[in-house]
T-cell receptor, first 112, second 116 residues
Framework: DTGVSQDPRHKITKRGQNVTFRCDPI?????LYWYRQTLGQGPEFLTY????????KSRLLSDRFSAERPKGSFSTLEIQRTEQGDSAMYLC??????????FGPGTRLTVL | DQQVKQNSPSLSVQEGRISILNCDYT??????FLWYKKYPAEGPTFLIS?????DKNEDGRFTVFLNKSAKHLSLHIVPSQPGDSAVYFC???????????????FGKGTHLIIQP
């Protein structure tokens, strides 16, 4: 069990650029979640996959945000036309079932 | 409207004493509760959880208490150690009813500082 990994750990981009983050869950975890955390707040749920199916995406912050998990293993989160308000920590978590989620180290995004 | 509230932004406790972190929730559909610990620049680390069918769960130095009627839970750390200094998040899930599809709802966290 190597834990949840995320890449990159840090990303600095200019406003208007597209960015993509990758998450590799714990092997055999069929559930994968994306969260955003801003300063002074707890993580905020964005979207959820069970295997390759995206079962909840209404909480994505805008239509500039999209996520995929094409083969039910790793997942990507893309933000198009980034804005300064998108600067945050993006966290991925995986779970073998409906309960405990295990988080990765996060990707810190800075939009200049 | 915050469904999970941690009303103490910070808490300072002497090493060796008990640390008590509190959490309140408003959503009656929540049936699974978790505590996570977070160091700066890292992701949250799972500590302990409790299902709504229980009122206490213990794991080593960590004990979580759940009072469903008051919609309140607390995390006790005994004895507190310097390595416990971190931000602690309370989280809740409508797991059984929601199938986990809503993800976890987190409080804003409590910064625990263990004084030597």
């Amino acid at each position: 069990d190597t834990g949840v990994s995320q890449d990159p750990r840090h990303k600095i981009t200019k406003r208007g650029q597209n960015v993509t983050f990758r998450c590799d869950p714990i092997s055999e975890h069929n559930r994968l979640y994306w969260y955003r955390q801003t300063l002074g707040q707890g993580p905020e749920f964005l979207t959820y996959f069970q295997n390759e199916a995206q079962l909840e995406k209404s909480r994505l912050l805008s239509d500039r945000f999209s996520a995929e998990r094409p083969k039910g293993s790793f997942s990507t989160l893309e933000i198009q036309r980034t804005e300064q308000g998108d600067s945050a920590m993006y966290l991925c978590a995986s779970s073998p079932g409906w309960n405990t989620q295990y988080f990765g180290p996060g990707t810190r995004l800075t939009v200049l | 409207d915050q469904q999970v509230k941690q009303n103490s932004p910070s808490l300072s406790v002497q090493e060796g004493r008990i640390s008590i972190l509190n959490c309140d929730y408003t959503n009656s559909m929540f049936d699974y509760f978790l505590w996570y610990k977070k160091y700066p620049a890292e992701g949250p680390t799972f500590l302990i959880s409790i299902s709504s069918i229980k009122d206490k769960n213990e794991d080593g130095r960590f004990t979580v208490f759940l009072n469903k009627s008051a919609k309140h839970l607390s995390l006790h750390i005994v004895p507190s150690q310097p390595g416990d200094s971190a931000v602690y998040f309370c989280a809740a899930s409508a797991g059984y009813s929601g199938g986990g599809a809503d993800g976890l709802t987190f409080g804003k966290g409590t910064h625990l500082i263990i004084q030597p």
